[in-house]
């Protein structure tokens, strides 16, 4: 391993530690640090991506154009994860919310199994 790709290896675990505990802060109410929460999460966030970047330039690569057509999609798939995500959250986490939690969940999968339909297409 080169110390190029030791370096990134590093950085990238530490990004995404900052991002998941950043994540545990928001989400666990226990910690009563949601307003800190964000700030680390958002921190992480960033740190990834300047760091996937920096990779990307690093090999000779230009940066990518934004392909709208392609950012249109993987929105489609960020929101079908949120769906389903909120659906699992309200079942774990607030009381008295497991059928609403369930039926959002159902949603979250059925928008899920469209997402090779709207990559791909129907043929």
């Known amino acids: 391993m080169t110390k190029k790709n030791f370096m990134f290896l ?14 545990c802060m928001c989400l666990l109410p226990e ?11 958002a921190l992480g966030a960033v740190t990834l991506t300047v760091i996937g970047l920096m990779r990307w330039i690093m090999a000779g690569k230009p940066v990518p154009a934004i392909d709208w057509n ?16 909120t659906g ?5 986490a607030f009381e008295g919310m497991m059928v609403p939690g369930i039926i959002v969940g159902i949603v979250g999968i059925v928008l899920g199994l469209g ?9």
Do not use: D, E
């Open 88 to 92: 699992m959250a309200m079942i774990m």
């Open 115 to 123: 997402i090779i339909p709207v990559f791909k297409g129907l043929k």
């Open 31 to 41: 910690w009563n640090a949601f307003g800190p929460g964000v700030a680390v999460t």
């Open 70 to 85: 392609k950012v249109g999609k993987a929105a489609y798939c960020v929101l079908a994860a949120l769906v389903l995500g």
């Open 10 to 23: 590093v950085l990238t675990v530490v990004g995404g530690l900052m991002f998941a505990l950043g994540m």
